[in-house]
């Protein structure tokens, strides 16, 4: 796929679906002593499919062609596990996606979700994203950040309660936005490209949507942008960049050293997918990264451990 020029820099976002661990070994069919309470939650991975929970109309992530990003990573895992590749399709719009799907145990893994999300046991991260400000290049202008002097007098287009939209009320820059939904169905579309057709049509002139969003979409329409990655600036007002890992069950150890380790023995293959779509590889760190904006602690485990 060919990608809009990217400068170097969630999200998908994270899912917000909470349940406490009771409630995860009560779905889970779980009882006596720890020992067997891991054993019984392992036994809920299908030994024979990879199974997957999916959003079937949530590009550039993942629908039911196989076209998305996680599909991608999907097909390339489940052919190293040697398994026929299986889909678990839902909306991934509410908060029964984490529920009905992977609590459930009608699949046994999420193929993108925001480390730190307390839904699901995390994996090791895969690679980072965030937040971007991205506008037509013919704009004229050499934007960088999101209190540039010339935003004042633009049209702006953001998502109602995302972080990008927080700095901007942070610099009085409300007035000048139009509002986009957070929460929509995504069988009707996506809203991040229905912001890039507005900036086609002249509604919006610079618009803040997920770097995988602003890269696909921009190529689709066929538009010639400036793509600039956000930095964290203020994380009170929330975060602008986010690493990615995939989510299964709590208590699945062993599911998630198995992931692990396969994210780890194909990186290359996996950091290839990521460049067709415009993601840049994840910068790795070794040792332990303690701590996230939902109060979860991250693991980071250098390139060397199984884990």
């Known amino acids: 796929m060919k990608s809009a020029s990217v400068s170097p820099a969630l999200l998908m ?42 959003d079937p109309h949530n590009m550039p992530f993942s629908n039911k062609a196989g076209e998305g990003v996680e599909n991608k990573i999907a097909q390339l895992l489940a052919d190293k596990l040697g398994l026929p590749l299986v889909y678990e399709w839902y909306p991934n719009i509410t908060a029964r996606f984490v529920r009905d799907t992977l609590l459930a145990k009608k699949c046994d ?85 229905q912001m890039l057709i507005d900036m086609q049509n002249g509604l919006i002139d610079v618009a ?55 994210l780890r023995e194909n990186r290359a293959e996996i950091n290839a997918i990521l460049a067709e779509f415009g993601i840049p590889p994840m910068k790795r760190s070794s040792g332990r990264r303690r701590g996230s904006e939902s109060g979860t602690e991250i693991e980071v485990i250098n390139e060397g451990s199984a884990e």
Not at 25 to 45: C, E, F, H, K, R
Not at 223 to 228: C, L, Q, S, Y
């Open 13 to 54: 976002p994270a899912t917000w679906r909470f349940l406490s661990l009771a409630v995860v070994l009560l779905l889970s069919g779980i009882s006596g002593s720890p020992a067997n309470a891991q054993t019984a939650v392992y036994d809920a991975v299908d030994k024979e499919h990879f199974r997957v929970c999916a």
């Open 109 to 193: 893994i999420i193929m993108g979700t925001g480390a730190g999300d307390p839904s699901v046991q995390n994996t090791n991260p895969y690679y980072e994203t965030g937040y971007v400000m991205i506008y037509p290049k013919d704009l004229g202008l050499k934007l960088d950040r999101i209190d540039h002097p010339e935003m004042a007098h633009l049209k702006i287009g953001g998502v109602a309660g995302t972080p990008p939209v927080d700095q901007l009320a942070r610099y009085k820059l409300l007035t000048r936005m139009r509002s986009y939904p957070l929460r929509y169905d995504t069988q009707k579309g996506s809203v991040a490209e």
């Open 208 to 262: 803040y949507m997920m770097l995988p969003n602003a890269v696909y979409f921009s190529d689709k329409l066929g538009m010639g942008v400036e793509i600039v990655p956000l930095e964290n600036v203020n994380l009170q007002r929330g975060r602008l960049k986010f690493m990615i890992t995939m989510g299964i069950r709590p208590n699945e150890l062993d599911w998630k050293r198995k992931i692990n380790r396969l």
